[in-house]
């Protein structure tokens, strides 16, 4: 008698007993219902806080770009803009100790002037949007 034909058999001995016990497990077993709510409530607990992670990195990555595009040392600065149509514009930049007038094209930048005397330019702070909001409120 070979292995495969004594593990056949043994399996066919032991087959009710299988059976038996699995209609024991699932008789004992009582039947689970899902709540169509509560797994509605728990996706949308998940998209909320998918929005917010979203939001997040995006709050996160425009500061730390923020930082770096406007510069640390302050070597070069923008500090007054003059538009002067849809693309074309004036501006003075701030380079070193260095005042200049250019003209920016969407072909070009092109340097108008070096001013000899510094303008000095106030520098205001961008509103924040608390104060955006209470002026749009007034109106």
């Known amino acids: 008698m070979n292995v495969f034909s004594a593990c056949a058999k ?15 497990v699932a008789v004992a077993a009582p039947t689970l219902q899902t709540d169509p709510m509560g797994s509605a409530g ?11 992670l979203i939001f997040g990195l ?3 990555v ?5 930082g770096h595009m406007t510069g640390n040392g302050k070597q070069l600065q923008m500090l007054a803009v003059l538009p002067l ?5 004036i501006a003075i930049i701030q380079a070193g100790d260095q005042q200049l007038v250019i003209g920016i094209t969407p072909q070009q930048i092109t340097t108008l002037s070096v001013l000899d005397t510094p303008i000095s330019v106030e520098q205001n702070s961008p509103a924040s949007f608390s104060e955006i909001l209470k002026m749009a409120a007034k109106r």
């Open 42 to 52: 728990k996706v949308a607990a998940f998209l909320v806080l998918i929005l917010a």
């Open 85 to 89: 149509g849809t693309k074309e514009k």
């Open 10 to 24: 043994a399996l066919i001995l032991l087959l009710p007993a299988f059976v038996q016990a699995e209609e024991t």
């Open 62 to 66: 425009n500061k730390t770009r923020a």
């Open 58 to 60: 995006a709050w996160l």
